[in-house]
């Protein structure tokens, strides 16, 4: 709006100059008829000099008149030049104005065949979704033809079980079976009940788009009479200004919509994908339970294992394999100095980490009672899986790295199952280490030499958020959290509700164990198009490390080993537990309360306030800091990192253009100066002050020594 009122004055000025200069002119010319009327009077004088020569007197007086009137003409002529030149001034400036109101009038056009290109790219994407529904139809008349084969199924089952009286039991569990796929697949329909109503939403949002297309294209049309001469430029401008603002602000909002077209689009191919997947499943169900209905029918029943659970207790898991460690213990009981030898072994590697990246990700690990989990985020290929590797080695731990599927969906995943069909409970890794990192659980059939309880493990959950954390983890999560109220030294009957159980087994006592303070858990987490992220569950209860790229990686050194040197011993739990701080107050504990408060009270002009888990943990987080009592320099550093790894993740999503947002953003900032943390206010500002998706997005700061 002032840039229009600014440019109307000026073209108001302009006019007013141009009339001034026509009346100026039109005196000019009137003043040089006059000239030349004087000058045909001096001829005539002139012809009556030589005719009377007697009036020389006369004669030279008006000569003398002649001279005084041309040296006025040219005084004359002289100012009509400069007028001239002042009007040509004028007149470059009017066409600098044309020429730029005919540059924004291209600049509409060019807007004008992005939104047909964008068209263009929804009716594809119609097309492609007409076609998934087609697919789907498909698919959802072959699972109608299963549910009829496991019918029939059920009806040999139900014949089987009358002819063989001996195998009623394992009859009864194939039903069990049966029906449960048959659940499944009910399940499965309700699930393209509501892909068939998303794509209905997605038709209705097509249909909005376009008709905001037949705005679009009047609007580009009132642009294209914008294109008048010069006589109409100050009506041009002004109209060409406000069409343009609505063209800009109709071209957001259209690609806005086609971005979530796009994203909708995305979620249809997953979903058509994983039913895919899931009638491939239910499709080698039934041909396993005919191999079964066949096998029945020739054998009266295999008698059950002498023991369901062998596979879980005979079974030693390789990550707890003594030969991988020395067999002595950790030679260093300073944590200071162990960090300092972990990072003088990366670095002669060729893995430089930044100082404090190594100390947060220690640090994190210690707190695990209020924040049972740390998470590594960032883009990928970005060594998130080769810390915490490269750290369990160097520091003297066992470690077992987790790959995590999309289809991960309960605690089955992480624990195993029973299978009621080899009537045998099917473990993993790692609920084998688990049992014999538990100190207190005895359990009969377990090798009580393959207890490494005295010991620690670090488990990593790899690309965790492949599949729904809150699925397969949420329940886990709890418990490890409930620890905090227990305690390891508490009775066993204390301990009974953090305790995690197994699948119950028939005629079998159920298992269970305790997950103590030897077990740190961490989990890497790619951010793209493929992956899920993190409730405010998770988040509250982690702490989350975001990766740049490493400050350097040196190739082509040639002085550096490019392998890791073994453990230089086993950490013991013991010294691990010595290490880990509760909540300790000092100097910098009404600083760092000051600074928490002033963050919350930002976030709540935003409704996304924390509660006392968050408060207890950045405490928890600065006491545990290595060398946290030398000085108020760590002070800084430790709440810095609490500030990208608990506060930050918050912001995710708030509109940066919005006064409210703008407003918690300067707040959050003063208190990050106040931390002297150049290098993450840096990083900050670029997030907060984005123009390229319009949102606040967080992805770390890459420090640099």
Not at 301 to 330: A, I, T, Y
Not at 507 to 527: H, Y
Not at 652 to 667: H, I, M, P, Q
Request: hydrophobic share 35%; charged share 35%; aromatic share 6%.
């Amino acid at each position: 709006d002032n840039e229009n009122q600014g440019l109307r004055k000026e073209v108001g000025e302009l006019e007013n100059r141009r009339h001034e200069l026509l009346i100026t002119h039109e005196k000019l010319e009137r003043e040089i008829g006059n000239l030349d009327s004087k000058r045909a009077e001096a001829d005539t004088i002139e012809r009556r000099l030589l005719e009377m020569k007697t009036k020389i007197e006369e004669a030279q007086k008006a000569v003398i008149g002649l001279s005084e009137a041309q040296a006025k003409m040219q005084a004359l002529i002289a100012e009509k030049v400069s007028l001239e030149q002042v009007i040509d001034g004028h007149r470059s400036i009017a066409e600098g104005a044309r020429k730029a109101a005919e540059q924004e009038v291209e600049g509409a056009e060019k807007k004008r065949r992005v939104a047909e290109e964008l068209k263009r790219e929804l009716e594809s994407a119609q097309k492609e979704r007409f076609e998934l529904s087609l697919a789907l139809d498909g698919l959802r008349h072959k699972r109608s033809e299963i549910e009829t084969e496991i019918n029939r199924l059920i009806e040999e089952s139900t014949t089987l079980k009358q002819e063989k009286q001996n195998a009623t039991e394992d009859s009864q569990r194939e039903i069990e079976e049966a029906r449960r796929a048959r659940a499944e697949t009910v399940s499965e329909k309700a699930n393209l009940a509501s892909l068939i109503r998303e794509k209905q939403n997605l038709e209705l949002a097509i249909g909005e788009l376009i008709a905001n297309k037949t705005s679009l294209k009047k609007e580009v049309h009132l642009l294209e009479e914008a294109k008048a001469g010069f006589d109409t430029l100050k009506n041009a401008v002004k109209k060409s200004k406000d069409e343009l603002e609505k063209a800009a602000e109709a071209a957001r909002a259209f690609r806005g919509e086609a971005v979530q077209a796009e994203k909708d689009l995305y979620e249809t191919l997953k979903n058509e994908k994983r039913a895919r997947e899931e009638t491939e499943e239910l499709r080698a169900k039934k041909a396993y339970l005919e191999q079964e209905v066949e096998r029945m029918k020739g054998d009266r029943g295999v008698p059950p294992l002498e023991d369901p659970f062998s596979d879980l207790l005979k079974e030693p898991p390789k990550c707890l394999d003594r030969k991988q460690l020395p067999d002595k213990k950790f030679p260093y009981t300073d944590e200071v100095e162990a960090l300092e030898e972990a990072r003088s072994s990366l670095d002669n590697a060729g893995y430089h980490f930044h100082k404090r990246v190594l100390k947060a990700f220690h640090t994190s690990l210690k707190c695990q009672d209020i924040n049972p989990l740390t998470v590594l985020a960032g883009v990928s290929g970005t060594c998130k899986t080769l810390l915490p590797a490269a750290y369990a080695q160097l520091m003297g731990m066992h470690r077992l790295i987790i790959a995590v599927q999309p289809r991960w969906d309960s605690p089955q995943d992480m624990f195993g199952f029973y299978n009621y069909l080899e009537k045998r409970y099917k473990a993993t890794e790692l609920a084998r280490a688990l049992v014999r990192m538990d100190p207190f659980t005895k359990l009969e059939g377990l090798d009580e030499k393959q207890r490494c309880s005295e010991r620690m493990l670090l488990v990593l959950l790899d690309e965790m958020n492949l599949a729904r954390t809150e699925y397969y983890f949420s329940e886990f999560l709890s418990k490890l959290e409930l620890r905090r109220l227990v305690g390891s030294s508490a009775s066993a009957e204390s301990r009974q509700d953090a305790r995690i159980y197994l699948d119950n087994v028939p005629g079998r006592n159920a298992i269970s164990f305790w997950v103590d303070r030897n077990i740190l858990f961490a989990g890497t987490m790619n951010e793209d198009e493929s992956t899920q992220t993190l409730s405010d569950k998770v988040i509250d209860r982690a702490n989350v490390l975001r990766f740049g790229r490493p400050a350097r990686l040196n190739a082509d050194d040639q002085n550096h080993d490019p392998l890791l040197p073994p453990a230089p011993g086993y950490l013991t739990a013991a010294i691990w537990k010595r290490w880990c701080r509760e909540i300790i107050t000092g100097n910098w504990t009404q600083k760092a309360l000051g600074w928490i408060n002033s963050l919350n009270d930002a976030l709540v002009k935003i409704g996304r306030p924390f509660g006392h888990r968050v408060e207890k943990s950045i405490l928890a987080y600065i006491s545990n800091y290595p060398g946290i009592e030398d000085g108020e320099n760590l002070l800084r550093e430790a709440f810095s990192d609490q500030i990208e790894q608990k506060i930050l993740p918050k912001l995710r999503g708030l509109d940066n253009l919005e006064s409210a947002s703008k407003t918690v953003f300067e707040e959050i900032a003063n208190v990050i100066e106040e931390t002297e943390d150049d290098a993450l206010l840096k990083a900050f500002h670029s997030a907060s002050e984005s123009s390229a998706t319009g949102m606040f997005m967080w992805y770390g700061v890459t420090r640099e020594e």
